[in-house]
């Protein structure tokens, strides 16, 4: 039996109807490339993945929403009206498919009636592959297809940031959203956070698999390291306007940055700098590998980028440190850096097929070795952005 085909029976169950819904899809998302360059105006370098939020939808003739998660199943089916879609602490995970609601009906969208929707997400917990913005971009497509709306995609994805910046209240970029919207299978896109620009890379893994390494520590300190070291890069930019009309770090060419970086008077500053400067440099440089199918010369970068947020930007530690540095002790690894905030979180690496099993182990051993725990590992597919299953049912 087909994923879809148990989805719906489970519709059918949950909502006790016999109303035939239909299928939307959200993917998660991780970025290859382009770390900490996002506050810094430069790019970043995301990949929508094959797992993500399925929303299963049929309207209703009445104003209720029914929400139901089959990744909650102790939990009831949680309701609302259209009359009050306001943000309830009680509601939980559900406020990410109520928050699209609202901003699409400010923005002026006919939702006129309720509907009963039932999400699945296949998204590792705690692996920080965004299972938020893709509940949210699988609402908003379910939504525009359902009542018929209209809602161009970059402007979907901008309503799912504001779900999450305003609704939410999580201060996060736009890229999750954008990823997940925009994803382009076995592509990825170098996007410039700041004007949406973006640009389409293939990735052509030929004989070699992404993998996706969750270190399964509890990120305790990537939330105040983040502000901290987006303060250093705002001194950086203070320092750097004595001689330069710019902005941000991410403005910046190499020949531009070393002849005044040492306006920027404190040594840690500095390397700060140093790595959003370069780190965004990598990205274009990314871009350039993989149109010009150089995996392995994208691999080198992933690697350059690692050291780089390991020495200069500092949020590794060693968990992730471990996982890579085994990982570029491994045969048939082209590269390996983290992903993400850092301090926890996860890795990814580019292996050979036929490595991928013993890549696995050695790096669990290791792992298990210096850390006293297990990681978790993923392979990872490169999928489309969010859309309705019509051809898959």
């Known amino acids: 039996m087909s994923i879809l085909t148990t989805l719906t029976k489970e519709f059918h169950s949950i909502f006790n109807t016999t109303d035939i819904p ?160 925009m994803g382009k299978k076995d592509n990825a896109i170098l996007l410039n956070c700041q004007t949406l620009e973006y640009k389409y890379a293939p990735i052509e893994l030929d004989d070699h698999v992404v993998v996706i390494i969750n270190t399964n520590k509890q990120r305790t300190l990537a939330g105040s390291k ?29 020949a531009q940055f070393e002849e005044h970086k040492h306006l920027i008077t404190d040594p840690i500053i500095q390397k700060r700098a140093n790595h959003a400067v370069y780190e965004n440099l990598r990205t274009l440089e990314a ?23 390991r020495d200069d930007y500092e949020v590794t530690g060693i968990e992730l440190d471990t996982i890579v540095q085994a990982a570029w002790d491994q045969p048939g690894v082209i590269g390996a850096r983290m992903t993400g905030a850092g301090f926890g979180g996860c890795a990814i690496a580019i292996v050979e097929n036929e490595q991928e099993e013993e890549f696995k182990k050695t790096i669990n051993q290791k792992y298990r070795e210096v850390v006293g725990y297990e990681a978790t590992f993923y392979t990872a597919a490169i999928g489309d952005g969010a859309r309705e299953l019509v051809e898959e049912c």
């Not at 950086?236 to 910046?252: K, Y």
């Open 287 to 309: 871009l350039e590998k993989l149109q010009q199918g150089d995996l392995d010369g994208f691999g080198q970068l992933m690697n350059e980028s690692h050291l780089s947020l």
């Open 22 to 181: 239909r299928t939307f899809f959200a993917p998660g998302r991780m970025n290859l490339i382009g770390e900490h360059t996002d506050y810094n105006g430069g790019h970043v370098f995301p990949a929508s993945l094959s797992f993500g939020t399925y929303a299963l939808g049929a309207k209703r003739d009445d104003q209720k929403f029914r929400f139901y998660s089959m990744n909650f199943p102790d939990a009831e089916i949680i309701e609302c009206d259209l009359t009050n879609l306001s943000f309830d602490e009680a509601a939980g995970w559900a406020n990410y498919p109520k928050g699209m609601i609202l901003y699409m009906k400010e923005a002026g969208k006919n939702i006129l009636q309720g509907a009963d929707i039932l999400f699945y997400g296949n998204i590792p917990n705690g692996a920080g592959l965004s299972s938020s913005a893709s509940i949210e971009l699988a609402t908003g497509v379910l939504l525009n297809e359902l009542y018929e709306l209209d809602v161009e995609r970059i402007p979907m994805v901008k309503l799912g940031q504001k779900v999450e910046n305003e609704y939410i209240g999580v201060n996060s970029g736009i890229m999750d959203q954008f990823a997940i919207g």
């Open 226 to 254: 983040y502000n901290e070291r987006r303060s250093q890069c705002e001194l950086a930019v203070g320092q750097l306007q004595q001689a330069l009309p710019i902005s941000t770090l991410g403005e910046l060419s190499a």
